[in-house]
């Protein structure tokens, strides 16, 4: 059956059978590891261990063995996933989650000190910008742990000088990536400023629909997506995006990671956002339309970082990376042990929330309203200006969500 796109709010879908929405890449892999994962299940089982993350010498786990998964709330410092934790005891501390993170963080020397003397083990770290990396350590293990979730032994790579971020709108003294995304199944809901980590023996439900189902790979300790862009109305171009839900933009491209991504005609020179390692200059402009895979972002605002932004600093090759400012129009679901990104369109500029109908589409709660997209004219310096009205050039965009 031929597949037609519905074009609402920004997002489109494709109403193509359910199946076209499901990742079918990288099968094999993904079999033999649930293979190699049940195995150590059952291995564990008989040697008298307990949960997935004994048996699989996960950093993070439950704290009491028969909890199946945990919510917590989390702070929306100007769009961003901060959750309070507590180190060794003491706290309560400011950690961001960050899917770009190939380690656990500790950005304030202060909080370091309470893993003890700083180590020999000495290392650097470097961020997307322009500033020198920053000098480090790794820390011996400690304790930290939120809500009904702890990793009893956790090793920090940890900055001798305070790293911070003035978007962020609060103190942070830490980043939580590979080691936490690794040991659960991560779903955030940006509406309800909530992520759940569950465990990743129990089977997700997916009576809804409207999920996509995107394959993952990790590589550096990174997840990435394969995705699309229309360049223009006759040229799409395939993109490996790290997704990275530390990261305010929507989407970032590195032109030089293809000579057929170029700069759009219509640009404003900017800072395009703030790294471990400074302000990251470059231009802003708008891509005609994102594929993830059956949804669709049309007039997407991007970052074109300045190719001096990223050197030798990119571990991962890549074509850019999906960051927060995208991936919270979503509901997320972040399954690493399964290589699989799971997307479910959640709410409207106004509010308004996408549930399932009758008919399996997606229906609004609420009427659809307009809102004024900025296309040039001021910087954004947050996920929140962004979307501000902007004289004397602006986009008028209507919003809402699609069906499947």
Not at 143 to 169: C, D, H
Not at 314 to 341: C, K, M, S, W
Request: proline share 7%; with cysteine.
């Amino acid at each position: 059956m031929a597949s037609t796109t519905r074009q609402v709010s920004g997002i489109e879908a494709s109403n193509a059978p359910a199946r076209q929405c499901r990742g079918r890449g990288g099968w094999l892999s993904r079999w033999l590891a649930y293979v190699l994962w049940w195995g150590a299940l059952l291995l564990a089982a008989h040697n008298g261990q307990a949960g997935p993350s004994a048996a699989l010498n996960l950093p993070f786990r439950f704290k009491q063995d028969h909890l199946r998964q945990v919510a917590i709330s989390y702070k929306g410092g100007h769009g961003f996933i901060i959750i309070v934790a507590r180190l060794n005891g003491q706290g309560p501390f400011n950690f961001l989650l960050d899917t770009g993170t190939s380690a656990s963080v500790i950005t304030d020397p202060k909080v370091g000190e309470l893993l003890g003397p700083a180590s020999a083990a000495t290392c650097t770290l470097a961020g997307v910008g322009r500033q020198a990396p920053h000098a480090a350590y790794w820390s011996r293990p400690g304790r930290l742990e939120f809500g009904q979730i702890e990793a009893p032994a956790l090793s920090f790579v940890v900055t001798t000088q305070a790293v911070t971020n003035k978007l962020l709108g609060l103190p942070l003294h830490g980043i939580l990536g590979y080691d936490l995304f690794r040991s659960f199944v991560v779903t955030i809901q940006p509406r309800l400023n909530q992520v759940i980590f569950a465990d990743p023996a129990q089977p997700l439900d997916l009576q809804d629909h409207a999920w996509a189902r995107l394959p993952l790979t990790l590589e550096g300790n990174k997840a990435c997506v394969n995705a699309s862009i229309a360049v223009t109305d006759s040229l799409v171009l395939p993109l490996k995006l790290v997704v990275d839900t530390g990261a305010g933009h929507a989407l970032s491209l590195e032109t030089a990671s293809d000579p057929r991504l170029c700069l759009p005609a219509r640009r404003t020179r900017a800072v395009v956002g703030h790294g471990l390692s400074g302000p990251i200059t470059g231009y802003l402009g708008r891509i005609s339309r994102l594929q993830l895979g059956c949804y669709a972002l049309s007039s997407l605002l991007t970052s074109f970082p300045d190719s001096s932004n990223l050197g030798s600093r990119i571990e991962v090759p890549r074509n850019g990376t999906l960051g927060l400012a995208a991936l919270r129009r979503f509901d997320i679901v972040l399954d690493y042990l399964h290589y699989q990104l799971l997307l479910r369109p959640n709410a409207q500029p106004d509010g308004s929330a996408a549930s399932s109908s009758n008919s399996g589409q997606l229906a609004l709660r609420r009427p659809l309203r307009k809102s004024r997209v900025p296309k040039s004219g001021k910087v954004p310096t947050s996920p929140a200006e962004s979307i501000a009205v902007v004289k004397p050039d602006e986009e008028l965009l209507t919003r809402a969500v699609a069906p499947r």
